[in-house]
């Protein structure tokens, strides 16, 4: 059936450590990443991107690194707070979801 | 004050029925999503569509049919045809599929079947 699927894996940190939230994409030729945050009950919203012609970019409190030679992206986030809490997602073109990790802060 | 408007917010449908879902956009976007999301899960492409008049499948497109005929809106028909309907649905926007730009979505309509 359509509902048929893997439930996301969930991180679980404690209030003030960083988190790092992993993705792996499916496409070489892929050359721009967005990370996604969704809050439950809502749509995903725009946290940072990266362009394939770089390794690294940061914004504030978050850091994406990105690998291309393991088709791998990483997600960052310094000194995680509870309003961190939500479902991550990592787009290819921005629009090819791959899977998420839903991150859980405890205070 | 632009941005994407799904309705309604939730959505009751008896086994048996079609129903739309609306989306409406005004940031004079090109291209238009319908994702699905099933609890605790992740975001499935139902269809596309790039340009006026124009729409493509996506990964799971049974059941489903949309239409594209202002640029403005995207409307999602779920049909009968659909065996397991019951979902969160998520409409996006963006510049372009091939733009490299961020999508822009809607807060998400709940379908439930009763």
């Known amino acids: 059936g359509e509902s048929v699927g893997l439930h996301l894996p969930t991180l679980s940190v404690q209030e003030g450590d960083n988190s790092i939230i992993n993705c792996a994409y499916s496409n070489s030729a892929s050359d721009y990443f967005i990370w996604y945050k969704q809050e439950s009950g809502k749509g995903p919203q725009f946290i940072i991107d990266i362009r394939s012609n770089m390794d690294k970019r940061q914004g504030q409190r978050v850091t994406v690194l990105l690998n291309k030679t393991v088709k791998h992206l990483s997600l960052q986030i310094a000194a995680t707070q509870p309003g961190d809490s939500a479902v991550y997602f990592c787009a290819e073109n921005g629009v090819t979801f791959g899977g998420g990790t839903r991150l859980m802060v405890k205070p | 004050d632009g941005g994407i408007t799904q309705s309604p917010k939730y959505l009751f449908r008896k086994e048996g029925q079609n129903v739309t879902l609306s989306c409406e956009q005004n940031l004079n976007h090109d291209a238009m999503y319908w994702y699905r999301q099933d609890p605790g899960q992740g975001l499935r492409l139902i269809y596309y569509s790039q340009i006026v008049n124009d729409f493509q499948k996506g990964d799971i497109a049974e059941g489903y049919s949309v239409s594209r005929e202002k640029k403005e809106s995207f409307p999602l028909t779920v049909t009968s045809a659909q065996k397991n309907p019951t979902a969160f649905y998520l409409c996006?926007?963006?510049?372009?599929?091939?733009?490299?730009?961020?999508?822009?979505f809607g807060q998400g309509t709940r379908l439930t079947v009763v």
């Open positions: 996006a926007s963006n510049l372009g599929q091939l733009m490299n730009t961020e999508a822009f």
